[in-house]
């Protein structure tokens, strides 16, 4: 996932990218060496660092502010649809976690990675051995290499040098 160029209208106000809002499954732990439990305090992790949770590692790079939060809540569900007539409220454990940008202006480009399946043990291995390179992460380009694959998002007309004998032009917004 990669984020660039986005700002609040109110510099006044917490800029935030949500990452994932659910309901709690099973234990959750951290790059902190702490799992994490239910308190209703946002953890704060910052820089490389990464969050385990129902099966899916979110990695995350340098320079992240990354918040976690496992709390109890309650609520109705006609509160946030108004097409769904439930009147008994709706109750658990949520899991929340979000990075937080700083105020006033343009924020900083973020990247993580979400990897269904990977182990906590296994976090190190795949960083050494992972394949995947960020070309470009800015406001009229985003890119990213894989090994032979390359995932470019074009904001705006544009170029791009892939490698010593690659090069890309596009005339016109367009991913590719």
């Known amino acids: 996932c990669l984020g660039a160029g986005i700002r609040a209208d109110n510099p006044a106000l917490p800029l935030v990218t949500g990452v994932d809002q659910s309901w709690r499954v099973a234990g959750v732990s951290t ?3 702490r799992p994490a439990a239910i308190s209703g305090e946002a953890i704060r992790l910052r820089g490389e660092s990464w969050v385990q949770h129902n099966g899916i590692v979110y990695l995350f790079g340098e320079g992240s502010e ?3 939060k496992l709390d109890r809540r309650t609520g109705y569900w006609s509160e946030i649809n108004t097409f769904i007539h439930a009147p008994d409220p709706v109750s658990g454990e949520v899991f929340s976690l979000w990075l ?3 105020r006033g202006g343009m924020s900083p480009t973020y990247s993580y990675i979400i990897a269904p399946g990977l182990a906590p043990g296994e976090i190190k291995n ?3 051995t992972s394949k995947l390179h960020i070309l470009k992460n800015t406001p009229e380009l985003q890119a990213i290499r894989a090994g032979d694959c390359w995932q470019i998002v074009f904001w705006q007309a544009g170029s791009l040098q892939l490698d010593h004998d690659w090069f890309l032009a596009a005339a016109q917004p367009c991913a590719l």
Do not use: N
Request: charged share 25%; no cysteine.
């Open 66 to 68: 990354l918040r976690l």
């Open 31 to 33: 790059s902190a060496g």
């Open 126 to 128: 795949f960083k050494s």
């Open 100 to 102: 937080e940008h700083p």
